[in-house]
C-alpha cells in the first residue's frame, strides 16, 4: 500500500499529537503513525479509552477533531531515500511518501545489569507501571521500586491506586543532590505541585536516597531483593521489582534518516529542524524533559510546519522546560556503584545471553557484537546499548535498515496499485 | 445498519497455553499472562523463563504466538476475544 502526506509524525505522544494537531488544524495533509494501537504515548497510555486525564483528554480530543489520519499498529523499519519512509503494519506493509517528518519517538529506560535481573517479575520502573495501566492485577502484591527521580514517585502512586503494597522506594540519588533537586522545583511551580501532589499520596511508603538493588534472588520468578540503603544491606520478600535509572531518548529513527545526534539527544535549532533538512524533532528526543517539554516543543514545530509565527509566550515556555530537563539530567546520572553490580556471570545482553565475563578483552561496540554477539539479538541492542554505555563508556554505532525486525517483504517498495498508476 | 441498545461486553475471553483467562476490554496480551501471577512469555537460550520488561515495544522480551504469529510483542497487542496466546516457558 502506498500513502502520501505533507507532513508524517513518527509517535503520537503528547509531542507528535501536539504538532500533528496544529499542523492538520492549518490544513496541511497530515499522517501520524505509531507502533502503539492507540494515541497517547507512554505518559498518556490508555487514555484515548479511559479518559481520565483532563490533559490527555484535551489534547487527544483536539487531535481526534484535527483532521489528521492516524496509523496505529504502525512501526517505521526503513528510510530508503528522503521523503520515503517504510512501515510495517501487522503483515501488511506501506510506504510513506511525505513533504515534512517530526520525529516523536520518545524515550526508554536505562536499564543497568544486576544479578537475577533476568527473573520474571523483575521490570523497569515505568515498564511495571506501564503493564498494570494496561491491566496487570497487582492487588495485594509486595513492589519494590528502585531507580531515581519524578518517574519512581510516579510509578509507585499508580502501583498504590492500583492496590499493590509498596514496600519500599530505592532513590540511587545521593540525599544532597536529591534534596537540591527537589528544592530547585520551586522555580518550576508545575512541577512543585505534581512532585507535592505525588508525595502526599504515598506517604505511607518507606523511601530512602542513597538505595539502590544489589540483587534480585528466586528460582522461576523473583522472590526476594537484596538492597544497598545508605551503606547497610537489607533483604526483602517482594512479588515484583521494578528497576532502571532514568530515561534515555529513542535515536533509533533519528539515526536513521541521517539527522546529527550529539549527548544523546537529537541536534536541532531554534526552529526545531534537525541538520537534515524538512525533518523536525520533538519531546523526548531532545533530552528528557516530560510531558510538559513534549507539549512545548510538539507545539512550536507545529507553528513551525503550518508557516505560522511562534509566539514569544511558546519561546518563553520553551527555555523554561529546557532548565527544568537539565536539572533532571544532572539528578538522574546514575551513580558509579550501580556500574558494578554484575557478577562475571550476569547476562549484559538479555537476547543472545552474554554475560559479563564474554565482553572481557573487548574495547568498544564493534567489537562487542563480532566477538560476543552483544546487541545481536531481537532487540537489536536497544536494552544493553544503554547498559554498555553507561558501563564502559560504549557509545552506539549507526542504525542500519531495518531499525526494527522486519520482514523481507516490507523492505521492498511496494508495486504501485493498478488505480494508483491510472491517475 | 441499526444502532444496538447492547451495551458493549466489558471483558474478552482469550486463551494462554490452553487456559481461559477473562480480562477487562483495554487489556493488553502481556498483562494478560500475568493474570494469575508474575507474566512469562518466553524461555532463554539456556531454557530459563522470561517475560516483560519494558513494556514499550523496546526490549523484545515479552514475545509470544498469538494466533499462530510467532514473535509477538505482547506488550503493545491488545486482547482480543478468543485470542490464542502460546508461550515457550
Ligand atoms: C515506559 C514509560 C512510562 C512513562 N510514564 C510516565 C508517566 O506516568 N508520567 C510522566 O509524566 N511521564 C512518563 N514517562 C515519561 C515520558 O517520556 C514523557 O512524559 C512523555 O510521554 C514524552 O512524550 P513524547 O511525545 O516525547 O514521547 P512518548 O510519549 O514516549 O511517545 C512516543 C511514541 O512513539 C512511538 N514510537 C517510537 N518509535 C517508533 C517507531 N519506530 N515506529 C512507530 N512508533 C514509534 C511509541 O510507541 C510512542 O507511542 C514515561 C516514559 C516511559 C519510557
Ligand atoms: S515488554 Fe519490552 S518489548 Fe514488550
Known amino acids: ?423 | 445498519m441499526s444502532a444496538s441498545k447492547s451495551t458493549p461486553p466489558e471483558v474478552v475471553t482469550l486463551r494462554v497455553n490452553g487456559r481461559v483467562v477473562t480480562v477487562p476490554v483495554g487489556t493488553t496480551v502481556a498483562a494478560a499472562l500475568g493474570a494469575e501471577g508474575v507474566p512469562v512469555s518466553r524461555v532463554d537460550l539456556g531454557g530459563r523463563p522470561r517475560g516483560p520488561v519494558c513494556g514499550m515495544g523496546v526490549c523484545f522480551e515479552c514475545r509470544a504466538t498469538v494466533d499462530g504469529v510467532p514473535d509477538v510483542l505482547t506488550c503493545l497487542a491488545p486482547c482480543r476475544e478468543g485470542q490464542e496466546v502460546v508461550t515457550d516457558a
Open chain 1, 1 to 423: 500500500m502506498r500513502e502520501a502526506c505533507d507532513l508524517v509524525v513518527i509517535g503520537a505522544g503528547p509531542g507528535g499529537l501536539a504538532a500533528a494537531s496544529i499542523a492538520a488544524e492549518a490544513g496541511l495533509s497530515v499522517l501520524v503513525l505509531d507502533q502503539q494501537s492507540q494515541p497517547g504515548g507512554q505518559v498518556w497510555r490508555g487514555e484515548a479509552r479511559k479518559r481520565e486525564n483532563r490533559l490527555a483528554r484535551r489534547w487527544l480530543d483536539r487531535f481526534a477533531a484535527s483532521g489528521a489520519r492516524f496509523r496505529p499498529g504502525a512501526r517505521v523499519v526503513a528510510a530508503p531515500e528522503p521523503g520515503l519512509l517504510l512501515v510495517e503494519e501487522g503483515s501488511a506493509s506501506v510506504a510513506v511518501r511525505y513533504g515534512r517528518a517530526v520525529l516523536a519517538t520518545g524515550a526508554r529506560e536505562r536499564f543497568l545489569p544486576f544479578p537475577g535481573w533476568t527473573l520474571p517479575g523483575v521490570l523497569g520502573v515505568s515498564g511495571l507501571q506501564v503493564l498494570v495501566k494496561d491491566g496487570l492485577p497487582v492487588r495485594g502484591k509486595r513492589v519494590v521500586l528502585a531507580g531515581t527521580g519524578p518517574l519512581l514517585l510516579a510509578a509507585a502512586a499508580t502501583l498504590q491506586r492500583h492496590g499493590a503494597e509498596v514496600l519500599f522506594l530505592a532513590e540511587q540519588a545521593p540525599a544532597a543532590r536529591h534534596w537540591g533537586f527537589a528544592l530547585q522545583l520551586w522555580r518550576h511551580p508545575g512541577k512543585l505541585l505534581q512532585g507535592a501532589a505525588l508525595a502526599a499520596g504515598l506517604v505511607s511508603v518507606p523511601t530512602s536516597t542513597d538505595a539502590w538493588v544489589l540483587a534480585a534472588e528466586g528460582e522461576a520468578r523473583v522472590e526476594r531483593v537484596r538492597l544497598s540503603v545508605r551503606g547497610h544491606e537489607e533483604t526483602l520478600s517482594c512479588d515484583y521489582l521494578g528497576a532502571s535509572y532514568g530515561l534515555v531518548p529513542n535515536l533509533e529513527l533519528a539515526k536513521l534518516l541521517g539527522c546529527e545526534v550529539a549527548s544523546g539527544a537529537v541536534v536541532v535549532d531554534e526552529r526545531l529542524e534537525t541538520r537534515v533538512k524538512g525533518v523536525h524533532a520533538v519531546g523526548e528526543l531532545l533530552g528528557i524533559g516530560g510531558v510538559d517539554q513534549a507539549l512545548v516543543t510538539g507545539e512550536l514545530v507545529g507553528h513551525v510546519v503550518a508557516g505560522k509565527p511562534v509566539s514569544s509566550e511558546l519561546e518563553r515556555a520553551w527555555r523554561a522546560v529546557r532548565t527544568f530537563a537539565e536539572l533532571l539530567a544532572r539528578h538522574d546520572a546514575p551513580r558509579d556503584e550501580l556500574r558494578r553490580l554484575a557478577t562475571p556471570q550476569t547476562l549484559v545482553c538479555r537476547c543472545e545471553d552474554v554475560p559479563l565475563q564474554a565482553l572481557e578483552g573487548c574495547r568498544d561496540l564493534r567489537e562487542a557484537r563480532l566477538y560476543a554477539r552483544l546487541g545481536m539479538g531481537a532487540c537489536q541492542g536497544r536494552t544493553c546499548g544503554a547498559a554498555v554505555e553507561t558501563l564502559f563508556g560504549w557509545s552506539g554505532e549507526d542504525v542500519r535498515p531495518p531499525c526494527l525486525p522486519a520482514r523481507i517483504g516490507s523492505l521492498r517498495l511496494p508495486s504501485p496499485s493498478p488505480h494508483t498508476r491510472a491517475s
